[in-house]
């Protein structure tokens, strides 16, 4: 072909070739999800599955087999079994109680190592301990329904808490036998890793995170989020937007200067916690929030409302920080129906945060577990005066917190 030569190119219209490849792409993944399934149902996996499992089980030491054999034998058992480690201990409790583990103090440091063969736990329950990280084997626990992990020092929370299945990771899957063990490891199988997509209540309020895995969003089955007392938080990622089955919100006591754009997303939120924050201002399309019943935003930095969210016909409460807030809507703190908390702060105690604000910018010092613990108590006595208030046909019109100490 010459330079000189001109050739004549076809221009057709982008949205007809879009849509010509959209239809070929959902082809495609319709072929692959039967493909899938006819392979699920197949016995030729499960037959391979078995094999690279004896041969996983040759390659263990002999203390780790011994676990496996332990854990094999206590798995036939009838009845549900709780782990805990409170006090170093690895006890079994009564076969009546749910599948939980339970950590508390400061004494541990770290997961235990043991804790990899016990998959078969539905909730995690770790608080006031040492731990900074998450087990590298978190994603074994695809039966996780509850994860809560306040008041550690956890820093990362891991991708893999959301992250598509690896082909080339296996986790152990239990099928129940009888006699030998060696009976028991020859019927065991393994299976791929998926992401925790059982996940239905997530807690990592006052630790030390200062971002949000984007993965966490492929956890659709998540309906409550607690982030509080993180203090180095100030986004979340726009992936987080798929979690439409969310209905508790709790972002409270970080560096949020603005409301996350993923949270306007969230159609089925229905409390959701912005107080002790930067916030300046919210935005005008608060009110795509169309179930939201309850909403904190006291201890910000607002001196207004936006007129949207007199447009939210659920809402039945709003708690404001009294003292900087000028601008008020009058279909809010008029409504009978919305119960308008003013929370207002007594002027001891203003001038002694002030003169405590000075004296930590003089001084240089590490946040501990006892400060961490002082602002989580404060958080609780706010929920709970809050609560009592709900249960009133009436509100006062400003409410002042007065801390009264005795000496016994």
């Known amino acids: 072909m010459g330079f000189g030569r001109k050739v004549d190119v076809p221009v057709s219209d982008l949205s007809v070739i879009r849509g010509m490849w959209e239809v070929r792409v959902k082809n495609h993944r319709q072929r692959q999800k039967k493909e899938q399934q006819r392979v699920e149902q197949s016995a030729l996996p499960r ?36 782990y805990t480690g409170s006090d170093q201990q690895q006890d079994l409790q009564g076969a009546d109680v749910e599948l939980k583990l339970q950590l508390d103090g400061d004494s541990w440091t770290e997961f235990p190592s043991e804790l990899r063969w016990r998959t078969y736990l539905r909730e995690w329950h770790v608080t006031g ?40 990771r296996f986790q152990v899957v239990h099928v129940f036998s009888v006699c030998t063990c060696e009976t028991l490891l020859g019927r065991r199988f393994l299976q791929r890793v998926g992401q925790l997509t059982g996940l239905r209540e997530l807690n990592v309020s006052y ?17 409550r989020l607690e982030l509080a ?10 992936e987080l937007s798929s979690l439409k089955r969310l209905v508790h919100l709790d972002i409270a006591q970080n560096r949020f200067v603005s409301i996350p754009v993923c949270t306007l997303r969230m159609s089925g939120l229905q409390l959701l916690d912005l107080s002790h924050n930067g916030l ?30 007199a447009s939210i016909s659920t809402l039945k ?30 002027l001891a105690n203003a001038e002694k945060k002030k003169e405590e604000k000075k004296e930590k910018g003089k ?12 602002d989580g108590r404060e958080k609780e006595f706010i929920e709970a005066y809050i609560s009592t208030l709900t249960e009133r046909d009436t509100v006062p019109y400003s409410t002042t917190k007065v801390s009264i100490s005795c000496l016994l």
């Open 47 to 82: 037959i391979n599955q078995q094999w690279e499992y004896r041969i996983y089980c040759k390659s263990l030491k002999p203390e780790e087999q011994q676990l496996l054999r332990q854990y094999l034998e206590r798995s036939t058992r009838a009845g549900t079994q709780e």
């Open 129 to 168: 301990t040492k731990i900074c990280r998450f087990p590298e084997f978190l994603s074994l626990f695809t039966q996780l329904v509850v994860l809560q992990i306040p008041k550690n020092l956890i820093d990362e929370l891991p991708a893999e808490i959301g992250e598509d299945s690896n082909p080339r």
């Open 207 to 223: 630790n030390r995170l200062s971002k949000v895995p984007p993965e966490l969003g492929n956890c659709e089955n998540l309906e």
């Open 229 to 238: 007392g993180n203090y180095n938080l100030s986004e979340l990622p726009f």
């Open 280 to 309: 300046s201002d919210l935005p005008q399309d608060m009110d795509r929030l169309q179930q939201l019943v309850t909403l904190f935003l006291h201890k910000n930095n607002l001196w207004y409302l936006p007129h949207c969210l």
């Open 317 to 346: 409460m709003i708690v404001v920080s009294g003292e900087q807030l000028t601008c008020i809507p009058t279909r809010l703190c008029s409504n009978p129906a919305i119960k308008f908390i003013r929370l207002c702060d007594n």
């Open 363 to 374: 001084r240089r010092r590490e946040p501990g577990m006892e400060e961490v613990k002082k």
